[in-house]
């Protein structure tokens, strides 16, 4: 069974520019997470969807970060404009709701690595 | 509020010995998920283990164990015999199922290199 796909696995850009990070999320699964995780803070939760729908962006670091879900087998967290500190690793993860008889762990994509220049 | 702590920032062990992580955890729900992530150097998150709040039961799993001890809030790990290959960042976390889907909170992790 395929996992969590994001894209791309590594991308390198200069400060300024747009960078958008995309992800799968396993088929059947509706709730979606975004993390970021870097040596100073560890792994942070940035936004989660349930149902397609932004449920927490309490941890979106400010306005340059936005995600999107425009249907259940995709998400995009966009980074415009990218600055240096927003080089870390970001995590997609997907996992099953409440009441659908499932087990509730969270599944991670392999990451993508983002360096800003 | 949630919360979960992982106190061993660092650990070294020789090959062969055993190793314990510890996990402290708080809720105030009567309901919750306890879960172990392994991140390899590689970098990938691997989901190792989950137990139910109202399943005390300590698992085994080849050299994995857990003991889960709702009294002291906590969900140790320990591996027996390790093995180069268990080298990694261990997480553990807390999950919880409101109305509004899933959430989790993860602790800092516990870095484990096994010396060979």
């Known amino acids: 069974d395929a996992g969590v796909i994001q894209s791309p696995r590594h991308e390198v850009t200069e400060m300024g520019q747009e960078v958008t990070l995309r992800c799968k999320p396993i088929?059947?699964?509706?709730?979606l997470f975004w993390y970021r995780q870097t040596m100073m803070r560890g792994l942070e939760l940035l936004i989660y969807?349930?149902?397609?729908?932004?449920?927490?962006d309490s941890g979106m670091p400010e306005d340059r970060f936005s995600a999107k879900m425009p249907n259940a087998s995709f998400s995009t967290l966009k980074i415009q404009p990218s600055e240096p500190r927003d080089s870390a690793v970001y995590f997609c993860?997907?996992?099953?709701?409440?009441?659908?008889?499932?087990?509730?762990?969270?599944?991670f994509g392999e990451g993508s690595r983002l360096t800003v220049l | 509020a949630q919360k979960v702590t992982q106190a061993q920032t660092e650990i070294s062990v020789v090959e062969k010995e055993d190793v314990t992580l510890d996990c402290v955890y708080e809720?105030?729900?009567?309901?919750?998920?306890l879960f172990w992530y392994k991140q390899p150097p590689s970098g990938e998150l691997v989901f190792l283990i989950r137990?139910?709040?109202?399943?005390?039961q300590n698992e085994i799993s080849g050299r994995y164990s857990w003991n889960f001890q709702k009294s002291t809030s906590s969900f140790n790990f320990t591996i027996t015999a390790s093995q180069v290959v268990d080298s990694a960042v261990y997480f553990c976390?807390?999950?919880?199922?409101?109305?509004?889907?899933?959430?989790?909170?993860f602790g800092t992790g516990t870095s484990l290199t096994v010396i060979p």
């Open positions: 137990r139910n709040s109202f399943d005390e």
């Open positions: 976390a807390l999950g919880r199922r409101p109305n509004t889907g899933n959430q989790f909170y």
């Open positions: 969807f349930n149902n397609n729908v932004p449920i927490d």
């Open positions: 809720t105030r729900d009567t309901t919750y998920y």
């Open positions: 993860a997907s996992s099953l709701a409440r009441g659908q008889g499932n087990t509730g762990e969270l599944f």
């Open positions: 088929s059947g699964h509706n709730s």
